[in-house]
Protein backbone atom coordinates (compact mmCIF):
# COMPACT_ATOMS: atom_id res chain seq x y z
CA UNK A 1 0.00 0.00 0.00
CA UNK A 2 2.67 2.66 0.94
CA UNK A 3 4.01 1.80 -2.69
CA UNK A 4 1.13 2.47 -4.67
CA UNK A 5 0.89 5.72 -2.37
CA UNK A 6 4.38 6.97 -3.39
CA UNK A 7 3.94 5.64 -6.71
CA UNK A 8 0.61 7.75 -7.23
CA UNK A 9 2.04 10.85 -5.35
CA UNK A 10 5.24 10.95 -7.57
CA UNK A 11 3.11 11.38 -10.44
CA UNK A 12 0.94 14.11 -9.20
CA UNK A 13 3.64 15.57 -8.40
CA UNK A 14 5.45 15.33 -12.14
CA UNK A 15 1.62 16.50 -13.71
CA UNK A 16 2.11 19.26 -10.94
CA UNK A 17 5.62 20.64 -11.82
CA UNK A 18 5.19 20.23 -15.84
CA UNK A 19 1.42 22.64 -15.02
CA UNK A 20 3.56 25.06 -13.17
CA UNK A 21 5.94 25.34 -16.47
CA UNK A 22 2.97 26.14 -18.57
CA UNK A 23 2.12 28.87 -16.21
CA UNK A 24 5.48 30.20 -16.66
CA UNK A 25 5.47 30.29 -19.95
CA UNK A 26 2.20 32.16 -20.76
CA UNK A 27 2.42 35.32 -21.96
CA UNK A 28 0.98 37.75 -19.28
CA UNK A 29 -1.70 40.60 -20.45
CA UNK A 30 -2.09 43.70 -18.35
CA UNK A 31 -3.88 42.66 -15.59
CA UNK A 32 -6.81 44.46 -13.51
CA UNK A 33 -5.24 45.28 -9.91
CA UNK A 34 -4.94 42.17 -7.86
CA UNK A 35 -8.24 41.49 -4.75
CA UNK A 36 -5.83 42.11 -1.75
CA UNK A 37 -8.44 41.22 0.75
CA UNK A 38 -9.26 37.23 -1.14
CA UNK A 39 -8.64 34.24 1.87
CA UNK A 40 -5.42 32.73 1.94
CA UNK A 41 -6.61 29.24 2.89
CA UNK A 42 -8.15 26.71 0.23
CA UNK A 43 -11.40 25.54 2.24
CA UNK A 44 -13.02 21.71 1.44
CA UNK A 45 -16.62 22.27 2.28
CA UNK A 46 -17.64 18.56 0.55
CA UNK A 47 -15.72 15.58 -0.07
CA UNK A 48 -16.69 12.25 -0.94
CA UNK A 49 -13.24 10.41 0.27
CA UNK A 50 -10.02 12.34 1.55
CA UNK A 51 -6.80 10.39 2.47
CA UNK A 52 -4.46 12.68 4.28
CA UNK A 53 -0.54 12.20 4.35
CA UNK A 54 1.28 14.20 6.68
CA UNK A 55 4.66 12.69 6.47
CA UNK A 56 5.90 14.37 3.41
CA UNK A 57 7.58 17.46 2.62
CA UNK A 58 4.17 18.92 3.17
CA UNK A 59 0.86 17.54 4.10
CA UNK A 60 -1.11 15.97 0.87
CA UNK A 61 -4.67 15.71 1.10
CA UNK A 62 -6.35 12.83 -1.69
CA UNK A 63 -9.61 13.63 -2.36
CA UNK A 64 -11.95 11.34 -4.37
CA UNK A 65 -15.67 10.61 -5.39
CA UNK A 66 -16.76 14.24 -5.74
CA UNK A 67 -15.87 17.16 -3.91
CA UNK A 68 -16.31 21.16 -3.42
CA UNK A 69 -13.38 23.47 -2.80
CA UNK A 70 -13.94 27.04 -2.09
CA UNK A 71 -11.38 29.85 -1.93
CA UNK A 72 -12.69 32.95 -1.12
CA UNK A 73 -16.00 33.53 -3.22
CA UNK A 74 -14.89 30.98 -6.25
CA UNK A 75 -16.10 27.81 -5.63
CA UNK A 76 -14.15 24.45 -7.85
CA UNK A 77 -16.25 21.62 -8.28
CA UNK A 78 -14.61 18.44 -9.98
CA UNK A 79 -14.52 14.21 -9.17
CA UNK A 80 -10.85 14.21 -7.67
CA UNK A 81 -8.29 16.21 -6.41
CA UNK A 82 -5.05 16.78 -4.93
CA UNK A 83 -3.67 19.39 -2.30
CA UNK A 84 -0.53 20.19 -1.75
CA UNK A 85 -0.39 21.62 1.86
CA UNK A 86 -2.01 25.36 1.29
CA UNK A 87 -0.98 26.37 -1.66
CA UNK A 88 -1.33 24.18 -4.98
CA UNK A 89 -4.50 21.76 -6.25
CA UNK A 90 -4.42 19.60 -8.91
CA UNK A 91 -8.12 18.30 -9.65
CA UNK A 92 -9.06 16.07 -12.62
CA UNK A 93 -12.65 14.98 -13.51
CA UNK A 94 -15.50 16.70 -14.24
CA UNK A 95 -13.94 20.15 -13.15
CA UNK A 96 -16.10 23.30 -12.45
CA UNK A 97 -14.83 26.58 -11.77
CA UNK A 98 -17.89 28.75 -10.39
CA UNK A 99 -18.03 32.64 -10.04
CA UNK A 100 -20.95 34.65 -8.95
CA UNK A 101 -24.14 33.88 -10.40
CA UNK A 102 -23.03 33.65 -13.87
CA UNK A 103 -19.11 32.48 -14.50
CA UNK A 104 -19.07 29.03 -15.33
CA UNK A 105 -15.60 27.57 -16.06
CA UNK A 106 -15.81 23.64 -17.16
CA UNK A 107 -12.52 21.65 -18.03
CA UNK A 108 -10.92 18.07 -17.62
CA UNK A 109 -7.67 18.86 -15.37
CA UNK A 110 -7.12 22.19 -13.05
CA UNK A 111 -3.74 23.12 -11.61
CA UNK A 112 -4.13 25.90 -9.06
CA UNK A 113 -1.42 27.96 -7.20
CA UNK A 114 -3.22 29.86 -4.23
CA UNK A 115 0.48 32.05 -4.54
CA UNK A 116 -0.55 33.52 -8.03
CA UNK A 117 -4.55 32.98 -7.34
CA UNK A 118 -3.73 31.49 -10.94
CA UNK A 119 -5.45 28.66 -12.13
CA UNK A 120 -4.30 26.16 -15.03
CA UNK A 121 -7.30 24.61 -17.15
CA UNK A 122 -6.03 21.98 -19.56
CA UNK A 123 -7.89 19.24 -21.86
CA UNK A 124 -11.38 20.46 -23.24
CA UNK A 125 -12.41 23.44 -21.54
CA UNK A 126 -15.79 25.79 -21.59
CA UNK A 127 -16.47 28.85 -20.66
CA UNK A 128 -20.23 30.05 -20.02
CA UNK A 129 -21.19 33.86 -18.58
CA UNK A 130 -24.74 34.62 -19.55
CA UNK A 131 -25.32 34.27 -23.47
CA UNK A 132 -21.58 33.75 -23.82
CA UNK A 133 -19.63 30.52 -24.19
CA UNK A 134 -15.91 30.26 -25.00
CA UNK A 135 -14.09 26.88 -26.11
CA UNK A 136 -10.51 26.35 -25.66
CA UNK A 137 -8.07 23.49 -25.04
CA UNK A 138 -6.28 25.55 -22.78
CA UNK A 139 -7.17 28.28 -20.18
CA UNK A 140 -5.11 30.69 -17.55
CA UNK A 141 -7.26 31.56 -14.95
CA UNK A 142 -6.73 34.44 -12.61
CA UNK A 143 -9.37 34.04 -9.98
CA UNK A 144 -8.83 37.26 -8.05
CA UNK A 145 -8.75 39.45 -10.99
CA UNK A 146 -11.28 37.16 -12.84
CA UNK A 147 -9.79 36.78 -16.53
CA UNK A 148 -8.52 34.39 -18.68
CA UNK A 149 -6.06 33.77 -20.81
CA UNK A 150 -5.51 30.70 -24.06
CA UNK A 151 -2.97 30.50 -26.30
CA UNK A 152 -4.13 27.27 -28.01
CA UNK A 153 -7.04 28.42 -30.05
CA UNK A 154 -10.18 28.99 -28.55
CA UNK A 155 -14.01 29.88 -29.79
CA UNK A 156 -16.46 32.47 -28.25
CA UNK A 157 -20.02 32.32 -28.68
CA UNK A 158 -22.42 35.14 -28.15
CA UNK A 159 -25.91 34.89 -29.59
CA UNK A 160 -25.74 34.95 -33.55
CA UNK A 161 -22.04 36.14 -33.33
CA UNK A 162 -18.64 33.32 -33.74
CA UNK A 163 -15.44 34.83 -32.74
CA UNK A 164 -12.20 32.27 -32.96
CA UNK A 165 -8.67 33.22 -32.36
CA UNK A 166 -5.29 31.84 -31.91
CA UNK A 167 -4.73 33.75 -28.64
CA UNK A 168 -7.35 35.57 -26.18
CA UNK A 169 -8.26 37.32 -22.74
CA UNK A 170 -11.48 36.92 -21.41
CA UNK A 171 -12.27 39.82 -18.80
CA UNK A 172 -15.32 38.23 -16.24
CA UNK A 173 -16.06 40.81 -14.61
CA UNK A 174 -16.35 43.55 -17.72
CA UNK A 175 -17.01 40.91 -19.68
CA UNK A 176 -14.85 42.15 -22.29
CA UNK A 177 -12.74 39.70 -24.54
CA UNK A 178 -9.02 40.28 -26.56
CA UNK A 179 -8.60 38.11 -29.58
CA UNK A 180 -5.24 38.07 -30.91
CA UNK A 181 -3.89 35.87 -34.12
CA UNK A 182 -6.04 35.08 -37.07
CA UNK A 183 -9.29 36.45 -35.46
CA UNK A 184 -12.08 35.19 -37.46
CA UNK A 185 -16.07 36.55 -37.02
CA UNK A 186 -18.85 35.09 -38.13
CA UNK A 187 -22.31 36.37 -37.92
CA UNK A 188 -25.86 36.86 -39.69
CA UNK A 189 -25.15 40.13 -41.23
CA UNK A 190 -21.28 40.63 -41.91
CA UNK A 191 -17.45 38.23 -41.48
CA UNK A 192 -14.64 39.49 -40.02
CA UNK A 193 -10.81 38.64 -40.38
CA UNK A 194 -7.86 40.50 -38.20
CA UNK A 195 -4.68 40.19 -36.58
CA UNK A 196 -6.58 41.01 -33.44
CA UNK A 197 -10.24 42.27 -31.80
CA UNK A 198 -11.93 43.66 -28.65
CA UNK A 199 -15.25 42.40 -28.03
CA UNK A 200 -16.87 44.63 -25.15
CA UNK A 201 -19.59 41.54 -24.55
CA UNK A 202 -21.65 43.91 -22.57
CA UNK A 203 -22.04 46.81 -24.79
CA UNK A 204 -22.42 44.52 -27.55
CA UNK A 205 -19.94 46.15 -29.25
CA UNK A 206 -16.58 45.35 -31.46
CA UNK A 207 -13.13 47.16 -31.23
CA UNK A 208 -10.85 47.13 -34.49
CA UNK A 209 -7.47 46.90 -32.78
CA UNK A 210 -5.60 46.42 -36.17
CA UNK A 211 -6.10 45.24 -39.58
CA UNK A 212 -9.15 44.53 -40.13
CA UNK A 213 -11.36 42.88 -43.07
CA UNK A 214 -14.80 43.28 -43.12
CA UNK A 215 -17.14 40.93 -45.71
CA UNK A 216 -20.96 41.90 -46.04
CA UNK A 217 -23.38 40.50 -48.66
CA UNK A 218 -23.21 44.07 -50.25
CA UNK A 219 -19.37 45.16 -50.06
CA UNK A 220 -15.88 44.33 -48.24
CA UNK A 221 -14.42 47.39 -45.62
CA UNK A 222 -11.00 47.50 -44.84
CA UNK A 223 -9.75 49.56 -41.66
CA UNK A 224 -6.85 49.19 -39.22
CA UNK A 225 -9.26 50.62 -36.02
CA UNK A 226 -12.67 51.74 -34.86
CA UNK A 227 -15.64 49.40 -33.82
CA UNK A 228 -18.91 48.21 -34.32
CA UNK A 229 -21.81 48.31 -32.02
CA UNK A 230 -24.06 45.60 -32.83
CA UNK A 231 -27.23 46.47 -30.99
CA UNK A 232 -27.40 50.10 -31.52
CA UNK A 233 -25.96 48.98 -35.61
CA UNK A 234 -23.44 51.77 -35.85
CA UNK A 235 -20.18 51.63 -37.07
CA UNK A 236 -17.01 53.37 -37.33
CA UNK A 237 -13.72 52.38 -39.54
CA UNK A 238 -10.84 54.50 -39.02
CA UNK A 239 -6.78 54.81 -40.53
CA UNK A 240 -6.63 54.20 -44.05
CA UNK A 241 -10.38 53.12 -44.15
CA UNK A 242 -11.64 51.28 -47.75
CA UNK A 243 -15.15 50.47 -48.64
CA UNK A 244 -15.35 48.31 -51.80
CA UNK A 245 -19.10 47.37 -53.06
CA UNK A 246 -20.74 45.86 -55.92
CA UNK A 247 -20.59 49.26 -58.23
CA UNK A 248 -18.85 51.52 -55.60
CA UNK A 249 -15.15 52.04 -53.73
CA UNK A 250 -14.55 54.23 -51.22
CA UNK A 251 -11.72 55.58 -48.92
CA UNK A 252 -11.37 57.98 -45.81
CA UNK A 253 -9.15 58.24 -42.59
CA UNK A 254 -12.58 57.92 -41.00
CA UNK A 255 -16.03 55.84 -42.40
CA UNK A 256 -18.77 55.85 -39.90
CA UNK A 257 -21.96 53.77 -40.68
CA UNK A 258 -25.31 54.93 -39.01
CA UNK A 259 -27.58 51.72 -40.03
CA UNK A 260 -30.61 52.94 -38.24
CA UNK A 261 -30.44 56.51 -39.49
CA UNK A 262 -29.50 55.07 -42.61
CA UNK A 263 -26.81 57.25 -42.82
CA UNK A 264 -22.68 57.39 -43.80
CA UNK A 265 -20.33 59.59 -42.79
CA UNK A 266 -17.06 60.46 -43.94
CA UNK A 267 -14.21 62.18 -42.92
CA UNK A 268 -11.01 62.81 -44.17
CA UNK A 269 -9.03 62.53 -47.75
CA UNK A 270 -12.16 61.21 -48.91
CA UNK A 271 -12.94 59.61 -52.51
CA UNK A 272 -15.53 57.89 -54.07
CA UNK A 273 -15.80 56.18 -57.59
CA UNK A 274 -19.24 55.00 -58.50
CA UNK A 275 -20.02 53.56 -62.13
CA UNK A 276 -19.06 57.32 -63.85
CA UNK A 277 -19.01 59.67 -61.01
CA UNK A 278 -15.91 60.69 -58.56
CA UNK A 279 -15.88 62.39 -55.91
CA UNK A 280 -13.04 64.15 -53.61
CA UNK A 281 -13.28 66.05 -50.27
CA UNK A 282 -12.11 66.01 -46.93
CA UNK A 283 -16.07 65.45 -45.57
CA UNK A 284 -19.34 63.11 -47.04
CA UNK A 285 -22.60 62.55 -45.37
CA UNK A 286 -24.51 60.28 -47.36
CA UNK A 287 -28.50 59.33 -46.64
CA UNK A 288 -29.37 56.21 -47.77
CA UNK A 289 -33.26 56.85 -47.73
CA UNK A 290 -33.38 59.80 -50.20
CA UNK A 291 -30.11 59.54 -52.10
CA UNK A 292 -28.79 62.78 -50.65
CA UNK A 293 -25.04 63.48 -50.54
CA UNK A 294 -23.46 66.72 -49.09
CA UNK A 295 -19.39 66.52 -50.23
CA UNK A 296 -16.87 69.55 -48.79
CA UNK A 297 -13.57 70.15 -49.11
CA UNK A 298 -11.39 73.08 -50.50
CA UNK A 299 -12.83 72.45 -52.78
CA UNK A 300 -14.85 69.53 -52.94
CA UNK A 301 -14.97 68.10 -56.56
CA UNK A 302 -17.52 65.80 -58.47
CA UNK A 303 -17.27 64.53 -61.68
CA UNK A 304 -19.45 62.07 -63.59
CA UNK A 305 -20.21 61.80 -67.53
CA UNK A 306 -20.97 64.87 -68.33
CA UNK A 307 -20.03 67.57 -65.28
CA UNK A 308 -17.54 68.43 -63.63
CA UNK A 309 -17.85 70.48 -59.99
CA UNK A 310 -15.65 72.23 -57.76
CA UNK A 311 -16.68 74.22 -54.47
CA UNK A 312 -16.42 74.46 -50.93
CA UNK A 313 -19.29 72.38 -50.32
CA UNK A 314 -21.16 69.84 -53.18
CA UNK A 315 -24.94 68.62 -53.19
CA UNK A 316 -25.62 65.54 -54.96
CA UNK A 317 -28.82 63.44 -54.91
CA UNK A 318 -28.10 60.19 -56.91
CA UNK A 319 -31.82 59.64 -57.10
CA UNK A 320 -33.35 62.88 -58.95
CA UNK A 321 -29.17 63.32 -60.61
CA UNK A 322 -29.14 66.86 -58.93
CA UNK A 323 -26.40 68.75 -58.15
CA UNK A 324 -26.09 71.93 -56.30
CA UNK A 325 -22.98 73.96 -54.77
CA UNK A 326 -22.38 76.37 -51.60
CA UNK A 327 -19.70 78.82 -51.64
CA UNK A 328 -17.67 79.62 -54.65
CA UNK A 329 -17.81 76.46 -57.15
CA UNK A 330 -17.10 75.56 -60.85
CA UNK A 331 -19.45 73.52 -62.63
CA UNK A 332 -18.72 71.57 -66.00
CA UNK A 333 -20.98 69.88 -68.35
CA UNK A 334 -19.21 69.10 -71.57
CA UNK A 335 -17.97 72.37 -73.15
CA UNK A 336 -19.84 74.63 -70.33
CA UNK A 337 -18.48 76.07 -67.93
CA UNK A 338 -20.58 77.79 -64.62
CA UNK A 339 -18.95 79.07 -62.13
CA UNK A 340 -21.10 80.81 -59.11
CA UNK A 341 -21.24 81.36 -55.27
CA UNK A 342 -24.44 78.93 -55.05
CA UNK A 343 -25.36 76.67 -57.81
CA UNK A 344 -28.12 73.79 -58.36
CA UNK A 345 -28.67 71.79 -61.35
CA UNK A 346 -31.18 68.86 -61.64
CA UNK A 347 -30.01 66.27 -64.57
CA UNK A 348 -33.67 64.64 -64.81
CA UNK A 349 -35.37 68.25 -64.93
CA UNK A 350 -32.21 69.87 -66.93
CA UNK A 351 -33.44 72.74 -64.71
CA UNK A 352 -30.43 74.82 -63.23
CA UNK A 353 -30.11 77.89 -60.68
CA UNK A 354 -27.34 79.84 -59.94
CA UNK A 355 -26.49 83.21 -57.84
CA UNK A 356 -23.37 85.00 -56.80
CA UNK A 357 -21.38 86.21 -59.30
CA UNK A 358 -21.78 84.02 -61.99
CA UNK A 359 -19.70 83.37 -64.85
CA UNK A 360 -20.73 80.92 -67.35
CA UNK A 361 -18.91 80.10 -70.53
CA UNK A 362 -19.17 78.09 -73.66
CA UNK A 363 -15.76 76.80 -74.80
CA UNK A 364 -16.99 75.71 -78.19
CA UNK A 365 -18.66 78.62 -79.03
CA UNK A 366 -16.70 81.09 -77.65
CA UNK A 367 -18.98 82.78 -75.41
CA UNK A 368 -20.18 83.38 -71.95
CA UNK A 369 -21.96 85.72 -69.83
CA UNK A 370 -21.15 87.22 -66.54
CA UNK A 371 -24.45 87.79 -63.90
CA UNK A 372 -25.65 88.56 -60.80
CA UNK A 373 -27.89 85.48 -61.16
CA UNK A 374 -28.75 82.82 -63.89
CA UNK A 375 -31.75 80.19 -64.96
CA UNK A 376 -31.04 77.43 -67.27
CA UNK A 377 -33.13 74.86 -69.12
CA UNK A 378 -31.71 72.08 -70.23
CA UNK A 379 -34.33 70.97 -72.01
CA UNK A 380 -35.36 73.50 -73.58
CA UNK A 381 -31.87 75.09 -74.18
CA UNK A 382 -32.94 78.56 -72.83
CA UNK A 383 -30.69 80.89 -70.16
CA UNK A 384 -32.26 84.06 -68.28
CA UNK A 385 -29.32 85.74 -67.01
CA UNK A 386 -30.42 88.96 -63.95
CA UNK A 387 -29.57 91.05 -60.82
CA UNK A 388 -29.37 93.85 -59.46
CA UNK A 389 -26.49 94.46 -61.12
CA UNK A 390 -26.53 94.26 -64.36
CA UNK A 391 -25.86 91.37 -66.67
CA UNK A 392 -22.87 90.61 -69.36
CA UNK A 393 -22.93 89.08 -72.60
CA UNK A 394 -19.05 88.49 -74.44
CA UNK A 395 -18.32 86.24 -77.52
CA UNK A 396 -15.43 86.13 -79.83
CA UNK A 397 -15.26 88.08 -83.25
CA UNK A 398 -12.48 89.50 -85.14
CA UNK A 399 -9.75 88.39 -82.93
CA UNK A 400 -11.43 90.49 -80.29
CA UNK A 401 -14.22 90.35 -77.41
CA UNK A 402 -17.53 91.81 -77.79
CA UNK A 403 -19.23 92.86 -74.61
CA UNK A 404 -23.54 93.28 -74.53
CA UNK A 405 -24.39 94.30 -70.91
CA UNK A 406 -27.75 94.87 -69.93
CA UNK A 407 -30.53 94.89 -67.15
CA UNK A 408 -31.61 91.43 -68.61
CA UNK A 409 -30.10 88.72 -71.16
CA UNK A 410 -31.69 85.30 -72.29
CA UNK A 411 -30.58 82.84 -74.75
CA UNK A 412 -32.58 80.27 -76.27
CA UNK A 413 -31.80 77.52 -78.96
CA UNK A 414 -34.25 77.16 -81.58
CA UNK A 415 -34.63 75.27 -84.78
CA UNK A 416 -33.74 76.91 -88.27
CA UNK A 417 -36.76 78.09 -90.14
CA UNK A 418 -34.56 77.09 -93.08
CA UNK A 419 -32.44 74.49 -92.39
CA UNK A 420 -34.19 72.19 -90.00
CA UNK A 421 -31.76 70.06 -88.85
CA UNK A 422 -29.77 73.13 -87.75
CA UNK A 423 -30.13 75.54 -84.80
CA UNK A 424 -29.51 78.89 -84.21
CA UNK A 425 -28.79 80.47 -80.65
CA UNK A 426 -30.40 83.79 -80.00
CA UNK A 427 -29.50 86.30 -77.49
CA UNK A 428 -31.51 88.86 -76.48
CA UNK A 429 -30.82 92.14 -73.90
CA UNK A 430 -33.15 94.46 -72.72
CA UNK A 431 -33.73 97.56 -70.62
CA UNK A 432 -30.65 99.66 -71.23
CA UNK A 433 -28.05 97.80 -72.91
CA UNK A 434 -24.62 98.67 -74.09
CA UNK A 435 -22.41 97.23 -76.31
CA UNK A 436 -18.40 97.52 -76.76
CA UNK A 437 -16.17 96.04 -78.90
CA UNK A 438 -12.73 97.86 -79.38
CA UNK A 439 -13.30 99.50 -82.82
CA UNK A 440 -17.51 99.49 -82.31
CA UNK A 441 -19.40 100.67 -79.49
CA UNK A 442 -23.32 100.98 -79.17
CA UNK A 443 -26.58 101.60 -77.38
CA UNK A 444 -30.58 100.41 -77.72
CA UNK A 445 -33.13 99.58 -75.09
CA UNK A 446 -33.37 96.29 -76.28
CA UNK A 447 -31.55 93.60 -79.15
CA UNK A 448 -31.76 90.23 -80.04
CA UNK A 449 -28.32 88.37 -81.57
CA UNK A 450 -28.02 85.28 -83.70
CA UNK A 451 -25.50 83.81 -82.53
CA UNK A 452 -25.09 80.84 -85.60
CA UNK A 453 -25.12 83.44 -88.03
CA UNK A 454 -23.65 86.59 -85.95
CA UNK A 455 -26.90 88.69 -86.81
CA UNK A 456 -27.68 91.65 -84.59
CA UNK A 457 -30.91 93.93 -84.47
CA UNK A 458 -30.98 96.64 -82.19
CA UNK A 459 -34.43 98.34 -81.09
CA UNK A 460 -35.45 100.93 -79.12
CA UNK A 461 -33.80 104.17 -80.14
CA UNK A 462 -30.41 102.20 -80.78
CA UNK A 463 -26.99 104.18 -81.89
CA UNK A 464 -23.64 102.51 -82.86
CA UNK A 465 -20.24 104.22 -83.52
CA UNK A 466 -17.61 102.75 -85.61
CA UNK A 467 -14.28 105.03 -84.73
CA UNK A 468 -15.54 108.99 -85.33
CA UNK A 469 -18.80 107.40 -87.42
CA UNK A 470 -22.12 107.28 -85.61
CA UNK A 471 -25.16 105.30 -86.70
CA UNK A 472 -28.81 105.71 -85.56
CA UNK A 473 -32.16 104.48 -86.43
CA UNK A 474 -35.62 103.26 -85.26
CA UNK A 475 -33.83 100.22 -85.64
CA UNK A 476 -30.37 99.18 -86.60
CA UNK A 477 -29.34 95.63 -87.72
CA UNK A 478 -25.81 94.58 -87.81
CA UNK A 479 -24.18 91.34 -89.65
CA UNK A 480 -20.47 89.48 -88.78
CA UNK A 481 -19.11 87.31 -91.42
CA UNK A 482 -15.91 85.56 -90.85
CA UNK A 483 -15.77 87.43 -87.31
CA UNK A 484 -15.71 90.63 -89.28
CA UNK A 485 -18.12 93.52 -89.70
CA UNK A 486 -19.87 92.81 -92.77
CA UNK A 487 -22.83 95.35 -92.84
CA UNK A 488 -25.05 97.71 -91.09
CA UNK A 489 -28.75 98.44 -92.03
CA UNK A 490 -30.88 100.95 -90.90
CA UNK A 491 -33.95 100.97 -90.90
CA UNK A 492 -36.79 104.42 -90.52
CA UNK A 493 -35.35 107.70 -89.75
CA UNK A 494 -31.85 106.55 -90.38
CA UNK A 495 -28.98 108.92 -90.10
CA UNK A 496 -25.09 108.08 -90.31
CA UNK A 497 -22.72 111.30 -88.45
CA UNK A 498 -19.03 111.50 -88.98
CA UNK A 499 -17.33 113.75 -87.06
CA UNK A 500 -14.00 115.83 -89.25
CA UNK A 501 -13.35 118.57 -87.29
CA UNK A 502 -14.91 120.88 -84.25
CA UNK A 503 -18.26 121.73 -85.90
CA UNK A 504 -17.79 120.06 -88.68
CA UNK A 505 -20.15 116.61 -89.55
CA UNK A 506 -20.55 114.49 -92.54
CA UNK A 507 -24.23 113.41 -92.47
CA UNK A 508 -26.18 111.13 -94.29
CA UNK A 509 -29.85 110.44 -93.68
CA UNK A 510 -32.82 108.36 -95.20
CA UNK A 511 -35.19 106.32 -94.86
CA UNK A 512 -33.35 102.95 -95.32
CA UNK A 513 -29.27 103.03 -95.34
CA UNK A 514 -26.86 100.16 -96.03
CA UNK A 515 -23.18 101.02 -95.26
CA UNK A 516 -21.23 97.57 -96.18
CA UNK A 517 -17.41 97.38 -94.70
CA UNK A 518 -14.05 95.97 -95.22
CA UNK A 519 -11.36 95.83 -92.58
CA UNK A 520 -13.91 97.46 -90.04
CA UNK A 521 -14.06 100.29 -92.58
CA UNK A 522 -16.84 101.60 -94.85
CA UNK A 523 -16.46 100.66 -98.05
CA UNK A 524 -19.85 100.98 -100.05
CA UNK A 525 -23.13 103.08 -98.73
CA UNK A 526 -26.63 102.86 -100.27
CA UNK A 527 -29.53 105.46 -99.04
CA UNK A 528 -32.66 104.79 -99.89
CA UNK A 529 -35.88 106.55 -99.57
CA UNK A 530 -35.70 110.87 -98.73
CA UNK A 531 -31.69 110.56 -99.27
CA UNK A 532 -30.48 113.25 -98.38
CA UNK A 533 -26.70 114.15 -97.41
CA UNK A 534 -23.73 116.92 -96.20
CA UNK A 535 -20.61 116.41 -96.94
CA UNK A 536 -17.36 118.66 -96.60
CA UNK A 537 -15.44 118.31 -99.72
CA UNK A 538 -11.48 118.59 -99.66
CA UNK A 539 -8.26 119.48 -102.05
CA UNK A 540 -5.49 117.20 -102.92
CA UNK A 541 -3.63 118.03 -99.62
CA UNK A 542 -7.01 117.19 -97.60
CA UNK A 543 -8.20 121.04 -96.79
CA UNK A 544 -11.39 122.08 -96.81
CA UNK A 545 -12.72 123.61 -99.60
CA UNK A 546 -16.48 123.43 -99.38
CA UNK A 547 -19.92 121.99 -97.99
CA UNK A 548 -22.11 119.93 -100.04
CA UNK A 549 -25.45 119.53 -99.56
CA UNK A 550 -27.77 117.15 -101.68
CA UNK A 551 -31.53 115.64 -101.71
CA UNK A 552 -32.22 113.19 -103.54
CA UNK A 553 -34.43 109.92 -103.73
CA UNK A 554 -31.35 107.34 -103.91
CA UNK A 555 -27.33 107.83 -102.95
CA UNK A 556 -24.68 105.77 -103.29
CA UNK A 557 -21.38 106.26 -101.77
CA UNK A 558 -18.21 104.34 -102.12
CA UNK A 559 -15.24 105.45 -99.68
CA UNK A 560 -11.40 104.86 -99.65
CA UNK A 561 -9.42 105.24 -96.84
CA UNK A 562 -12.12 106.70 -94.79
CA UNK A 563 -13.43 109.28 -97.00
CA UNK A 564 -15.61 109.74 -99.80
CA UNK A 565 -14.59 108.61 -103.12
CA UNK A 566 -17.63 108.29 -105.42
CA UNK A 567 -20.54 109.61 -105.26
CA UNK A 568 -24.42 108.31 -107.22
CA UNK A 569 -27.53 110.23 -107.24
CA UNK A 570 -30.63 108.40 -108.63
CA UNK A 571 -33.48 110.07 -109.73
CA UNK A 572 -34.41 114.12 -109.43
CA UNK A 573 -31.99 116.09 -107.32
CA UNK A 574 -31.12 119.08 -105.34
CA UNK A 575 -27.42 119.68 -104.99
CA UNK A 576 -25.91 122.74 -103.81
CA UNK A 577 -21.91 123.87 -102.87
CA UNK A 578 -21.28 126.31 -100.34
CA UNK A 579 -17.48 127.54 -99.97
CA UNK A 580 -15.88 127.01 -96.57
CA UNK A 581 -16.04 130.43 -95.95
CA UNK A 582 -19.55 131.51 -96.59
CA UNK A 583 -21.09 127.70 -94.84
CA UNK A 584 -22.54 128.18 -91.52
CA UNK A 585 -21.43 125.19 -90.12
CA UNK A 586 -23.27 124.42 -86.82
CA UNK A 587 -26.46 125.79 -88.68
CA UNK A 588 -25.72 122.49 -91.44
CA UNK A 589 -27.84 120.06 -89.54
CA UNK A 590 -29.83 117.15 -90.80
CA UNK A 591 -33.16 116.98 -89.57
CA UNK A 592 -32.86 114.29 -86.31
CA UNK A 593 -29.13 115.20 -86.09
CA UNK A 594 -28.27 114.26 -82.74
CA UNK A 595 -24.49 113.67 -81.97
CA UNK A 596 -24.72 111.66 -78.82
CA UNK A 597 -20.99 110.92 -78.17
CA UNK A 598 -21.28 111.67 -74.38
CA UNK A 599 -23.40 108.37 -74.45
CA UNK A 600 -20.73 106.27 -76.04
CA UNK A 601 -18.83 104.00 -73.88
CA UNK A 602 -15.12 103.94 -74.23
CA UNK A 603 -14.38 100.57 -71.53
CA UNK A 604 -16.03 97.45 -70.52
CA UNK A 605 -16.45 99.19 -67.35
CA UNK A 606 -18.97 102.04 -68.93
CA UNK A 607 -21.05 98.80 -69.57
CA UNK A 608 -22.27 97.93 -66.14
CA UNK A 609 -22.03 101.49 -64.55
Same mark, same amino acid.
Given at each position: ????????????????????????????P? !?????????? @???????????????????V????????????????????????????????????????????? @??D?????????????????????G?????????????????G?????? &?????????????????????????????????????????????????????????????? !??A??????????????????????????????????????????????????????????????????????????????????????????????????????????????E???G??????????????????????????????????????????????????????????? @????????L? &?????????????????????????????????????????????????????H???? !????????? @?????????????????I???????I???????????????? &?L??????? &????????????????????????????????????????G??????????N???????G????????????????D???????????
Amino acid at each position: MRSIFTLKFFLVICLFITGTMLANGQTQPN !PLPTDTSRAQ @FIIIDHFGKLIEDKEGIEPVKWISQGLQLRIDSTNIYADSAVIFGENRVYAYGNVVIQQGDSLNV @FTDTLYYYKDTDIAELVGEVALNQGSKQLWTKDLTYHLGEQYGEYSQGG &ILVDNEMQVSSKRGIYYAASEEVVFRDSVVVLHPEFNLAADSMRYLAALSKVLFTGPTNIYT !PEAKIYCESGYYDLKEETAEFNQNAQYAGDQKKATADTIRYMAGAGEILMLGNVHVEELDKVIDGTKLRYLEKTGETWITGEPARYTDLTRKVNSPEIFYNEKTNQVSTVGRGEMRDGGMIMVADHSTFDQVTGIGKFSGDVIWRDTVSNVGIITENMDMSQETEYVLAYGERRSLF @FTIIEADTLF &IAADTLSMQNKIDSIDLTDTARLITAYHDVRLFKSDMQGKSDSLVFNDTDSLFHFFGD !PVLWSDTTQ @FSADSIQMSIKNKRLHDIVLTQKAIIISELYSTYYDQIKGRI &ILAQFDSSA &IKDMWVTGNAESVYYTRDEQSAFIGVNKTICSKMYFTFLSGQIHLLKYYGENSSSMMPMGEAKHDTLRLEGFRWRVDERPLSVKDLLE
